[in-house]
């Protein structure tokens, strides 16, 4: 209890789909479904994805087969291949207190009160990214500028 482990990503999207961009970035046990169907599907996952086919980044904590919690629409994405200004780049990450709380940012700006865990994931988690989309002939791009993590025990 009381350790704390953090996780940034810097990230854009480009040739975003309108027919379904499906995303995951964030912590999450070892899977080939991490995302499918339009949501993601593995047991253990923290990080932002997204619920429906849509352009709109949530967060979400699953584990071990308690349904996801998403809480609000911290981020909607800006295509990159469409705007070139910088503003399509975005840092989405978080703070996690094990048996405590998460808390989310976007930008490095929390987005929400710390949330209460009431399950945290039970698997080893790890880095992980997916971008895929519900259509045929269409090729949405995550693109990863950097990402980090690590952990601090409690002193």
């Known amino acids: ?4 482990i953090m996780f940034e990503a810097m990230c854009r999207v480009r ?5 379904g961009l499906q ?6 046990d070892v899977d080939t479904t991490i995302h ?4 993601p599907t593995t047991g253990d996952k923290i990080g932002f994805a997204s619920i429906t086919t849509n352009k709109v980044s949530e967060f979400v ?15 909607t994405w800006i295509d990159g291949d469409v705007t ?4 399509e780049w975005v840092k989405l990450g978080f703070l996690w ?10 930008q490095g700006v929390a ?13 080893a988690v790890c880095p992980s990214f997916v971008c895929q989309v519900a259509a045929t002939n269409v090729d949405s791009i995550l693109e990863v500028a950097y990402y980090a993590f690590g952990y601090k025990y409690p002193a």
């Open 61 to 75: 904590m699953n584990a071990s087969g308690v349904p996801a919690a998403a809480t609000g629409t911290p981020h």
């Open 23 to 28: 995303h995951f970035i964030g912590l999450s």
């Open 36 to 39: 499918a169907s339009a949501v």
């Open 84 to 87: 070139s200004d910088g503003s």
């Open 97 to 106: 207190r094990v048996d405590e709380f998460v808390r989310p940012f976007v």
């Open 111 to 123: 987005f929400a009160s710390d949330l209460a865990i009431s399950t945290d994931p039970a698997a």
């Open 15 to 19: 040739d975003i789909s309108t027919t």
């Open 1 to 4: 209890a009381g350790m704390e």
